[in-house]
């Protein structure tokens, strides 16, 4: 079953801007992590936020959780083409510690 | 980190026939998964592969269909038997270590069958 719920599932924007997708969640977790995919090949790890966390930082990656509110956010600054992509979030649905993805989100950056 | 390396990278398959995909990790981690993602979709997890033991199936994915192995702590194979056109997708193999940490996965295999 699905637990991460991406939105929008596609996004396109131009180079520069930023671009933001949210992820929502039904159980409780431990961890929530985001990972992207090029072009149907393996998914590079991006984050991994902790329950007891609300936002983390990576190079231009920020993400943040509300627990409250079942929702992550991932938001990409200053995009680049080189970020097209989907990106995925996955939670360990119940506390199981085994990754459950969402559908994901599709970006576009045009250059 | 992890380095997860998985083969073959692609396959083009009859039939009828069966694959064998292989999942090497570079370090010792605690829990191996096998995901399917169909094209366009999300990743599906198959099953938890169990070192020495019977790996754990998601409902609607068998082991006469989808057996598993794992001998040790880095090492997994996936096998899809009997294939049909509905098994052509992207098998991915993934690694953590214990409890809450990240999940790495592998450069997947895309499995095509005619």
């Known amino acids: 079953s699905q637990q991460g719920e991406e939105d929008p599932q596609a996004l396109s924007i131009q180079e520069g801007e930023n671009a933001t997708m949210n992820c929502s969640y039904k159980?409780?977790?431990?961890?929530l992590q985001w990972y992207r995919q090029n072009s149907g090949r393996g998914l590079v790890h991006l984050i991994l936020i902790r329950s007891n966390e609300r936002e983390k930082h990576s190079g231009r990656l920020r993400v943040t959780l509300d627990t409250s509110k079942k929702s992550s956010s991932l938001l990409i600054t200053a995009s680049r083409a080189a970020d097209t992509a989907s990106y995925f979030c996955a939670t360990d649905e119940g506390g199981s510690y085994i990754p459950t993805f969402g559908r994901g989100t599709s970006l576009i950056v045009h250059p | 980190s992890a380095v997860i390396s998985q083969k073959p990278s692609r396959d083009i398959c009859q039939r009828g026939t069966s694959l064998t995909i292989q999942c090497q990790v570079d370090s010792q981690v605690t829990m191996m998964f096998w995901y399917r993602q169909q094209p366009g979709q999300s990743l599906t997890l198959i099953a938890t592969?169990?070192?020495?033991?019977?790996?754990?199936?998601e409902s609607g994915f068998v082991i006469d269909k989808f057996p598993i192995s794992r001998p040790n702590l880095t090492f997994s194979t996936l096998t899809v038997s009997n294939m049909s056109p509905e098994d052509s997708s992207i098998y991915l193999c993934?690694?953590?270590?214990?409890?809450?940490?990240?999940?790495?996965f592998g450069q997947g295999t895309r499995l095509t069958v005619v």
């Open positions: 993934s690694a953590a270590g214990i409890g809450d940490t990240e999940a790495f």
């Open positions: 159980t409780s977790i431990n961890n």
């Open positions: 592969a169990n070192q020495g033991s019977e790996a754990t199936y």
